[in-house]
């Protein structure tokens, strides 16, 4: 896709930087929290100006990070497409074609003169007395450095670091003669034609990739320290199919399927917290038919830990197992001890011998891009700070953020947040209110503060490695960043954006 400048005002005072203007709401973000915010507050405040700054050369964000081969969603997309614009596909897309979605909201809402793509953020400063945020950018190619000005500042960065993934060193790394790569970093010329690969891992990337290969390679190692749960799930949604054949409206049969899945998704979440054994078992006999005979189920794919304290991985119609029955794929787990010239040796002493090594090691998590915040010329230190409902943080003024679920779909919560900012910016507006900024009020001063995501419920190493960086939460609502849709559906929509936790100026 291309790009072009949006039209803006100048800003005053730019020195070596040159000055992008003033928009009334600056995005950072261009994957599909962005372009979904910008479509709502097109939506809603037609007249208002907007930018939508990425630091990557094309648009995506997530979908276009990740490109190695067979790269898809582990949601269902009727539930991870956005509440406006029907999935028309199959319930599992691939990368490709949610970049094409993408690209339809984008045409279909004009976003493209908005979007200005290797612009990274790296500054924003809010002055109370201008009322706006200051936001510096670095042109990406050029080394340009921008300042633009906004009166509302939209963070969707994601979570994790898009330029420099999580890849533990491991001893011997530099002797060994094969190619090292990365899932975020995948080569557009790898040949993997009769090599032997080890993909490093045992989470979604890895459960992906390695059917994607397996008929190419000459066979796929998957080297694990620990299992992780998997869901075997057809990839034709009967549902879907049966709606379809229908003559009714498709925004009808999109419903449907967003309701049905979005159910079914919670009801896994439900039994995770109050039926762990169950579920267990639910998702080890999903399994078990598709293994080999007599494959070694509790050493290689007995997870240690409670159902959805970390992602369940889909495995559609099993193809990870069907690689695994074909003896094109096989599990050592086992500790890594190093590299060797030619493999990689692990604690039992085996060497697995290697021509390619995947690390799908996981993300760095990155907070708010990495940008660096100021109020009135206060460094924010954000570990200091707590979330308002999972959407602004006390003290920072005219700061929304996205972050979707980690248990539903993602898109989910990028709609009900939207409506959010959009009832929010209206509210300001109808106050004449230039600034809302979150404030603890006197009864929450001596509110514990908690981490902002609890171990015992959800445990990613990329959140475990980076806990301590985060910002936090309070023990009750709205200080609280809730992880299920079910609730929040019905909390957003009604949340009172009056009830003193706000405060407008
Ligand atoms: C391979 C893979 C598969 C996934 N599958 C699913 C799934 O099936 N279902 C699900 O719910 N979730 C899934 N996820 C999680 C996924 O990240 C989210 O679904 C979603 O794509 C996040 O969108 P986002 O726009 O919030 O962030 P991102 O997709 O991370 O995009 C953020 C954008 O912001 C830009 N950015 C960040 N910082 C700056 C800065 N300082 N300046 C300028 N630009 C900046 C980045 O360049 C990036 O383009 C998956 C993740 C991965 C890696």
């Known amino acids: 896709m291309t790009t072009t400048a949006p039209a803006t005002a100048p800003a005053e005072g730019a020195g070596d930087i040159e000055d992008a203007g003033h928009v009334d709401v600056l995005i950072v973000g261009a994957g599909v929290s962005g372009i979904g915010a910008a479509h709502h507050l097109r939506d809603t405040f037609p007249d208002r100006t907007f930018v939508i700054l990425d630091a990557q050369d094309n648009r995506g964000g997530t979908w276009w990070t990740h490109r190695y081969p067979g790269v898809r969603s582990d949601s269902d997309l009727f539930t991870y497409g956005y509440r406006f614009k029907p999935w028309r596909g199959p319930s599992i897309a691939a990368g490709e074609e949610i970049l094409a979605y993408l690209d339809e909201v984008i045409d279909e ?21 201008d009322r706006r945020w200051t936001v510096e950018v670095t042109h990406c190619e050029t080394g340009q450095r921008l300042r633009f000005t906004t009166g509302f500042l939209w963070m ?68 694990q320290r620990s299992p992780s749960y998997y869901l075997a799930r057809p ?27 979005a159910a079914r998704q919670q009801e896994l979440a439900r039994m995770s917290a109050a039926a762990p054994r169950q579920l267990h078992t639910f998702l080890m006999e999903s399994i078990r038919p598709l293994l080999p005979e007599g494959f070694d189920v509790d050493k290689h794919l007995t997870p240690r830990y409670r159902p959805w304290q970390q992602r369940i991985a889909v495995v ?28 990689i040796t692990v604690s039992c002493g085996e060497e697995i011998p290697a021509d390619v090594v995947v690390t799908a090691t996981g993300f760095n998590l990155s907070l708010f891009g990495d940008v660096a915040f100021t109020v009135d010329g206060e460094p924010v230190d954000f570990t200091g700070h707590v979330t308002w409902r999972g959407i602004m943080i006390n003290g920072v003024p005219n700061m929304a953020y996205v972050f979707g679920y980690f248990r539903h779909s993602w898109t989910l919560r990028v709609d009900l947040v939207s409506d959010l900012v959009s009832r929010l910016l209206a509210t300001m507006r109808d106050k004449g209110a230039t600034m809302v900024v979150p404030t603890l009020r006197p009864q929450e001063a001596d509110m514990p503060l908690l981490p902002w995501c609890d171990p015992e419920n959800f445990s990613p190493g990329y959140v475990m490695r980076s806990q301590d960086a985060l910002f936090k939460q309070g023990d009750r609502e709205p200080w609280t960043h809730m992880l299920e849709h079910d609730e929040e559906r019905e909390i957003l929509p009604k949340a009172d954006l009056d009830d003193g936790t706000l405060v407008y100026r």
Not at 109 to 127: F, N, P, Y
Not at 250 to 256: A, K, L, N, R
Not at 319 to 340: H, N, P, Q
Request: net charge negative.
């Open 156 to 223: 969707c960065p994601g979570y994790y670091n898009h330029a420099k993934p999580y890849r533990p060193r491991w001893e011997g790394m530099d002797r060994f003669q094969g190619v090292i790569v990365h899932p975020q970093r995948w080569p557009d010329d790898l040949d993997l034609d009769g090599k032997r690969v080890v993909v490093i891992g045992s989470g979604a990337t890895a459960a992906t990739l390695i059917p994607a290969i397996a008929g190419k390679a000459e066979h796929v190692t998957m080297l």
């Open 316 to 343: 559609p119609n099993g193809d990870l197992f069907a690689a695994l029955r074909e003896g094109k794929a096989s599990i050592v787990t086992d500790t890594i001890e190093a590299f060797t010239e030619h493999g």
């Open 109 to 129: 809402d004009g976003l493209d003169q908005h979007i200005r793509l290797r612009h990274r953020v790296t500054a924003a400063s809010w002055s109370t007395r």
């Open 235 to 261: 990839v034709t949604d009967e549902l879907a199919v049966t709606l379809r054949a229908l003559d009714i409206p498709e925004e009808w049969t999109y419903e449907i399927l967003r309701r049905h899945n």
